[in-house]
């Protein structure tokens, strides 16, 4: 009898340091509502050691690992839960979330689909579907989803952001410009008004781009790219003098602003200061050496400084970069006639009546 103790008091230490599976699944949870997620962690795993097929554990689980970034693991989580529960919809959200946080988009959107045929009247799967068919290139999906959302929900500018750039990729400029505005306008969004403002400028509403310009500017003075755009579009409305001061704000933010040296050695160039003008477009070219209007600008100054030679060798690596466009042919063709190459004038010269010829016959 003697023997017996030793060995009740061995078993009795056995059974506190293993406990049962309630046990485990109390303080696991306990510790997730408490926000001890590692000690959560361990519980939910031990747990599932005892019972694999514990729906709530690896529920519970996913959605902590999810919350940590450990999409993957989160994701084998919930998917082992779905089995025998495929028409918990909760669980299906859960893990369309995990795809959708990993950028997994084609998965997430797969996954949102299915929930969203099942039940269209939820916004937030509606809506984040259509972002996934957005980031997938997906225009005409996106559109399909997000268009009726937005007649729904006109003052959601949640799905206004969504759709603007869809439309404006799409070739619906006009409309994506208004979405932006209104994203700007009632969510004193000064990204959104410089999209609003880049999309006009597109259009060629130049009064428009300013106002829109203004109005971010207003928002946020420091907001990267809007004096170049703002300066883009005040040539247009016969403001040059504006416009350097605006392009030389935005060269003092970001020296290496390859649109605001292209634009503002433009204006200068059209107002005759050839050796800034030069300096500008120098630096354009450096910036991005295949830019075919940057080479453009270049050979037009150098033709008026004379330099016809270097101009026209301008104009022939414009043409390489850019054949389907016409001007840059009859300029070059009067330079040739101009060196004494008759015969590569003339070959410009009805390259660009073709190029003509082309566009009104279509």
Not at 17 to 38: C, I, K, T, W, Y
Not at 205 to 221: C, G, N, T, V
Not at 245 to 267: I, R
């Amino acid at each position: 009898m003697r023997l017996c103790a030793p060995v009740l008091l061995l078993a009795c230490a056995a059974a506190a340091q293993n406990p049962s599976p309630e046990q485990l699944f109390h303080a696991a949870v306990a510790a997730q509502r408490s926000g001890d997620d590692a000690a959560a962690i361990s519980d939910y795993k031990e747990l599932l050691k005892l019972r694999p097929e514990s729906f709530e554990a690896r529920a519970n689980l996913g959605v902590i690992l999810a919350r940590q970034g450990h999409f993957d693991e989160a994701i084998e989580q919930y998917r082992a839960a779905l089995a025998g529960h495929e028409t918990n919809t909760a669980l299906r959200f859960n893990l369309a979330l995990a795809y959708y946080k990993k950028s997994a988009f084609a998965d997430a959107a797969r996954e949102f689909d299915s929930l969203h045929r099942a039940n269209l009247a939820d916004t937030r799967v509606s809506t984040l579907l259509g972002e996934c068919y957005a980031r997938l290139g997906q225009d005409e999906q996106t559109l399909a989803i997000l268009g009726p959302l937005e007649e729904a929900n006109p003052n959601d500018l949640g799905i206004a952001s969504l759709l603007a750039p869809v439309l404006v990729r799409s070739g619906h400029l006009g409309e994506g410009m208004k979405r932006y505005e209104k994203v700007g306008r009632l969510g004193h969004s000064a990204e959104a008004y410089l999209l609003a403002g880049q999309t006009a400028l597109k259009l060629s509403l130049f009064e428009d781009a300013r106002s829109y310009a203004d109005a971010a500017i207003k928002l946020d003075p420091n907001l990267p790219g809007v004096y170049t755009m703002r300066g883009m579009a005040l040539p247009f409305l016969g403001d040059s003098d504006d416009a350097i001061a605006t392009l030389n704000k935005a060269l003092a933010a970001d020296p290496n602003d390859f649109e605001a040296h292209l634009t503002l050695g433009k204006v200068l160039y059209t107002a005759r200061d050839l050796p800034d003008s030069r300096l500008h477009l120098e630096r354009a070219v450096q910036l991005k050496p295949d830019s075919f209007l940057a080479l453009y600008e270049m050979g037009r100054l150098e033709r008026t400084e004379g330099k016809i030679e270097a101009a026209a060798k301008d104009l022939e690596r414009v043409i390489r970069l850019n054949p389907a466009w016409a001007q840059p042919h009859v300029e070059l063709s009067a330079l040739y006639f101009r060196l004494n190459r008759k015969a590569d004038g003339e070959r410009e010269k009805a390259e660009f009546d073709r190029l003509n010829v082309v566009p009104a016959q279509q």
